[in-house]
């Protein structure tokens, strides 16, 4: 896909999903790995499973790398999360984690819609626990976008990229 390659990472609620559409907009290579990457798979063996919840949310690891090794554009983002990124993580030049605080978050879950995850209310404990512990966040540079307009995180990205 790209030349440079960009791993946009963050715990549930970060902002991910807005990011990457955004990217999008302003004419950027992004890949939305929750949606065009992702199944419900043994993160070690990648092996599909019948259900889906967090711990085996993985990206195709054959297909994030194909992506990645195609150098037709500059610069490509792969947006969102997944449980196996260690086995993919050597063809990002950076990761970009997005965090954001709890308060934040709390509002952030409340907006989602019921059939979403993180619309219910065991759901919103479970991603509430996980950001208090960053479990299955890789290491990165931080970007805070707790108090940032959608363009203001995109910006900060791209001063982060540079």
């Known amino acids: 896909m790209a030349k440079r390659n ?32 992702a199944y419900a798979g043994d993160p070690e063996t990648g092996e599909r499973v019948e259900v889906h919840n967090h711990y085996n949310h993985i990206w195709d690891v054959a297909k994030v790398r194909e992506i990645a090794a195609d150098t037709t554009e500059e610069i490509a983002f792969f947006c969102g999360g997944s449980r196996n990124f260690t086995k993919f993580l050597d063809v990002f030049d950076q990761v970009i984690v997005l965090d954001v605080d709890t308060e934040t978050l709390k509002q952030r879950l409340a907006a989602r819609e019921a059939d979403d995850w993180g619309g219910n209310d065991e759901e919103k404990e479970f991603i509430l626990h996980l950001h208090a512990t960053r479990d299955g966040v890789p290491p990165g540079t931080v970007i805070d976008t707790t108090a940032r307009s959608l363009g203001e995180v995109v910006d900060a990205i791209f001063d982060a990229i540079r």
Do not use: F, H, M, W
């Not at 991910?16 to 992004?30: D, F, P």
């Open 6 to 37: 960009y791993l946009v990472e963050g715990g549930s609620g970060t902002g991910k999903s807005s990011v990457c559409r955004e990217l999008r907009k302003r004419g950027c290579q992004a890949v939305d790995g929750d949606n065009e990457l």
